[in-house]
């Protein structure tokens, strides 16, 4: 008896430190942060290691070997996600606008499943109590409510406007701004060639872009 747990406790120990190394390796993300793949893996990597601990007498490799599966196929759709914007979008989704000028947007409310009660929740935690104190409300990917509130700067809501070389249509459109306009404005900045542009972004009169160089 006084064995097994030893060697429970060695199993345990030696999969902490994988687990570890494992998360590290698959980069700096904080758990509000965490896209649904991300999550997933998380999971699935925690309960393999939660078996070969009940178990003490699996085969080690077999314990480990899923967890660097799924280690290497994270890191590889990671990379993949970075340099494909359709993909994710697909994985991680975008940002929605429930309140638009003060508006709540009630298609995007439902297409999200996101409720009144959802939505005053996350306001009352920012210390805003009452809409008509909201320009915009966005809610992101990770399910974080971004809100900015009335009167509190000028200009227009600051959207990507070019991510990966591929034009946001439907952050143009959110600004009252067409692809026309934005070609004409980012060749009066020297960019002639959107394709080569990394991200970009136009908030109180002002461009920042880079091209990731």
């Excluded at 991300?38 to 939660?50: K, N, Q, R, S, T």
């Excluded at 297409?111 to 966005?138: C, G, P, S, T």
């Amino acid at each position: 008896m006084a064995e097994e747990y030893i060697l429970v406790g060695i199993r345990t120990i030696i999969l902490y430190g994988l687990v570890l190394l494992i998360f590290r390796l698959m980069g700096k993300r904080e758990v509000g942060e965490l896209s649904l793949l991300d999550l997933i893996v998380f999971m699935m990597i925690g309960e393999v290691a939660v078996f070969a601990i009940e178990d003490p007498y699996v085969n080690m490799f077999k314990a480990v070997f899923p967890m660097l599966l799924l280690m290497s196929l994270q890191v590889l759709l990671s990379w993949f996600s970075l340099r494909n914007k359709s993909f994710r979008d697909l994985v991680d989704g975008k940002p929605s606008v429930l309140i638009r000028n003060g508006q709540l947007m009630k298609d995007e409310m439902r297409r999200n499943r996101y409720n009144i009660d959802d939505l005053m929740q996350q306001l009352r935690e920012k210390e805003i109590f009452n809409l008509h104190d909201v320009e915009f409300a966005i809610l992101e990917p990770s399910g974080i409510l971004t809100v900015l509130r009335r009167g509190r700067r000028e200009g227009e809501l600051s959207l990507p406007l070019v991510m990966d070389g591929i034009i946001q249509r439907d952050h143009l459109s959110k600004i009252h701004r067409d692809e026309q306009w934005l070609r004409a404005e980012l060749k009066k900045e020297g960019y002639d060639q959107l394709d080569k542009i990394f991200f970009c972004s136009f908030e109180d009169g002002r461009w920042y872009v880079s091209t990731g160089e």
